[in-house]
């Protein structure tokens, strides 16, 4: 095999995965080291509907580190790039000073580069700094032979990218050390404990979010009332609610706390000074259909929550899914011709009732969700063990979309 050349740079591809969390993590007490203010706990979703694709190749030839994200060179220089690289070469000495060899034939002085894609668009605004901190952490301490505990350093990249270290049910333990040790994440249950657990991610517009998650909750850090009585008074006990309700596949309870911890870190966005706007009035109109819909039904069937953004995400049960679907085809119109509108896991079609579109009784708002990524809880990162899927070629620069490589 051409890897064993030592010229050769040596290459690994491996995928991770988005998570969206249900109690949220809004607020850092050490911006340097991302260290939350609160324990979040999230779902893991399923990297067939959305997921990101890291190859990290090596070679002594390679004269610095380099990145390219979704085709584009970036600046390896990020602080927080550098924070995840500096963090598993530093854990690769430690292995090797300790006796336990880096992986054969990579030196730990070699560099490398980074090549990483997402298979959805950057600009639907889901949390694709998750995804793609996750993988580079996964794969970087896959080449250099680095195991143990990653979330921490996955956590130094993006804070929400611990979670996406683990399949399923995750939280992510705020810690109270100061160099951040025991903020890690953890998984609750994998992703096979639920499986009739549906997820729908509602695409509300294509605009990129106004303001950054982490300039966002710096300014609510300095300056809502609101969250300092979230973190020392709601979220520990709501953390211990949500926990027992996901073990005991309780959707009630796991919907009703989903729904009121999204409200409460959209009043904090708007008791920061000055404050910040997520929620557009497409996202209030799902929000009030949610409601709407579960109390016809006298039972919640539905939960909503919300990030950095106007996109809404669903979580329900699978016998529920092609209902929902199309009470947001009729109430959210779709745009005739426009691309396809449900994309994901399969959904049956379902006929609406007269007695629910008027129980529910709003005004329809055409085009306003673009399409719904249909998905379910997943594993967490893996390695592609096919050498054709790798995105740098064998000269360690990224591939043309025209070349093809057997390895
Ligand atoms: C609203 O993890 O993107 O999605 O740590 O600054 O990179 P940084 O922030 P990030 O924040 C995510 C915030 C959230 C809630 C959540 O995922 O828990």
Not at 72 to 91: A, D, F, M, V
Not at 185 to 212: D, I
Not at 234 to 256: L, N, S, W
Not at 268 to 279: A, K, M
């Amino acid at each position: 095999m051409s890897e064993d050349n030592v010229n050769m740079p040596h290459r690994l591809t491996c995928t991770a995965p988005v998570n969206i969390a249900v109690i949220k993590y809004w607020g850092k007490r050490n911006e340097d080291l991302i260290l939350p203010v609160n324990s979040s706990l999230s779902v893991t979703l399923h990297q067939d509907q959305l997921k990101t694709t890291t190859t990290v190749a090596t070679s002594r030839s390679f004269q610095e580190d380099r990145i390219w994200l979704n085709g584009k060179e970036e600046h390896i220089s990020h602080p927080r790039l550098q924070s995840c690289l500096r963090e598993i070469r530093r854990l690769a000495r430690k292995r090797c000073s300790e006796g336990e060899s880096a992986v054969d034939g990579i030196g730990l002085s070699h560099k490398v580069h980074i090549c990483s894609v997402n298979n959805f668009p950057t600009a639907a605004g889901l949390a694709s700094s998750a995804a793609g901190f996750a993988c580079l952490v996964y794969t970087l301490a896959r080449v250099f032979g680095v195991e143990g505990e990653l979330s921490a350093i996955a956590r130094q990249g993006s804070g929400s990218a611990c979670r996406s270290m683990h399949g399923g049910f995750v939280q992510w333990i705020m810690g109270c050390k100061k160099d951040g040790e025991d903020s890690i994440a953890q998984q609750v249950e994998p992703e096979s404990h639920w499986p009739e657990l549906r997820v729908l991610v509602l695409v509300v517009s294509a605009e990129r979010k106004p303001v950054s998650s982490a300039s966002g909750m710096k300014t609510s850090v300095e300056t809502s009332h609101l969250l300092k009585h979230r973190m020392d008074s709601v979220v520990p006990d709501r953390m211990e609610e949500m926990i027992e309700a996901v073990h005991g596949k309780d959707f009630a309870t796991f919907a009703a706390l989903t729904m009121k911890d999204s409200n409460q870190f959209h009043a904090i966005c708007l008791d920061t000074y000055p404050p910040i706007f997520y929620l557009n009035s497409v996202s209030h109109q799902v929000i009030r259909l949610v409601h709407q819909y579960n109390q016809h039904h006298g039972e919640i069937r539905l939960a909503y929550t919300f990030d950095a953004g106007p996109n809404a995400v669903i979580y329900t049960l699978q016998k529920h899914v092609a209902e929902f679907i199309q009470v947001v085809r009729h109430f959210f119109p779709p745009e005739i011709n426009g691309g396809q509108f449900l994309k994901g896991l399969p959904v049956d079609h379902a006929v609406l009732s007269e007695e629910l579109k008027q129980a529910i009784g709003l005004e329809s708002m055409a085009k306003g969700i673009s399409y719904i990524i249909s998905t379910k809880a997943g594993p967490g990162p893996c390695v592609l063990e096919d050498p054709s899927q790798h995105l740098l070629g064998p000269d360690g620069f990224p591939k043309n979309e025209s070349d093809s490589d057997s390895g």
